[in-house]
């Protein structure tokens, strides 16, 4: 079984930052490095969607077309942790922001590509 843990949410305002972790750990034959790790979010009343997401080696990453250039998604293999460095905040990105894991997906989009999910962390970008 696998387990997130995401850290770094709270309260910031617009123009500011916050980088975001997400700590993978579990019993299984798999090591962090061969899943594939994504983060989505979901507002109050809205669908979760897609972030961004990056590949088992950390060379491969796709971002949400609102997020690009202002997120970054990185990964360190040894410390079986993903990020999400947010720069440039706005109201908009408030959200509860999800960690998710899967070993076995060639896709980074889809919500359905991901087995493992975190308990979401909250992000409020004020005014």
């Known amino acids: 079984q696998v387990q997130l843990v995401e850290s770094g949410g709270g309260l910031v305002q617009a123009g500011g930052s916050l980088r975001l972790s997400c700590v993978h750990s579990g019993r299984t034959f798999s090591t962090f490095s061969d899943y594939v790790m994504g983060w989505f979010r979901q507002a109050p009343g809205k669908e979760r969607e897609f972030v961004a997401g990056?590949?088992?080696?950390?060379?491969?990453?796709r971002y949400a077309d609102s997020v690009r250039g202002r997120f970054t998604i990185s990964r360190d293999n040894a410390k079986n942790t993903v990020y999400l460095q947010m720069n440039s905040l706005k109201p908009e990105d408030t959200a509860v922001y999800y960690c998710a894991a899967d070993a076995t997906t060639a896709l980074l989009t889809p919500i359905t590509a991901y087995r493992y999910w975190g308990q979401g962390t909250p992000v409020t970008v004020s005014e």
């Open positions: 990056i590949r088992k080696s950390g060379s491969g990453t």
